[in-house]
């Protein structure tokens, strides 16, 4: 499984970004993708998580109301649109990708919770100005 990850960029707050991340190589029905992030000198958090069968999103705290998590399922691909982008919001956004492994849909807190998680991309930085 690969992932490629675009959109990352500068912004000035309340501005918005999109990223985008394309998988290629699924081979499953039952799978997850979301997105993750980590700022200077913090830990890795889960930001938005979505399931391949459906399902409410999942969506860390801080960015409920303000990111929608979307998915293209016949192109791979997931999607986050951000608006009103905070300075809190600069990091490093990682897409990740999950299978499950015992058969049955997971959900999209569960993917968002890491165990869930198989495969990373690369990272793409968004930075937002005050």
């Known amino acids: 499984v690969q992932l490629q990850a675009s959109g990352g960029g500068s912004v000035q707050a309340g501005g918005s970004l999109r990223l985008s991340c394309a998988a290629s190589?699924?081979?499953?029905?039952?799978?997850?993708l979301g997105w993750f992030r980590q700022a200077p000198g913090k830990e890795r958090e889960a930001v938005s998580c979505?399931?391949?069968?459906?399902?409410?999103?999942h969506y860390a705290d801080s960015v409920k109301g303000r990111f929608t998590i979307s998915r293209d399922n016949a192109k791979n691909t997931v999607y986050l649109q951000m608006n009103s982008l905070k300075p809190e919001d600069t990091a490093v956004y990682y897409c990740?990708?999950?299978?499950?492994?015992?058969?049955?849909?997971?959900?999209?807190?569960?993917?968002?919770?890491?165990?869930?998680?198989?495969?990373w991309g690369k990272g793409t930085q968004v930075t937002v100005s005050s």
């Open positions: 979505i399931s391949s069968t459906g399902g409410a999103p």
């Open positions: 990740a990708y999950g299978r499950s492994s015992n058969g049955f849909p997971w959900s999209a807190s569960y993917y968002c919770s890491g165990y869930g998680m198989d495969y």
């Open positions: 190589g699924i081979a499953s029905d039952y799978y997850g």
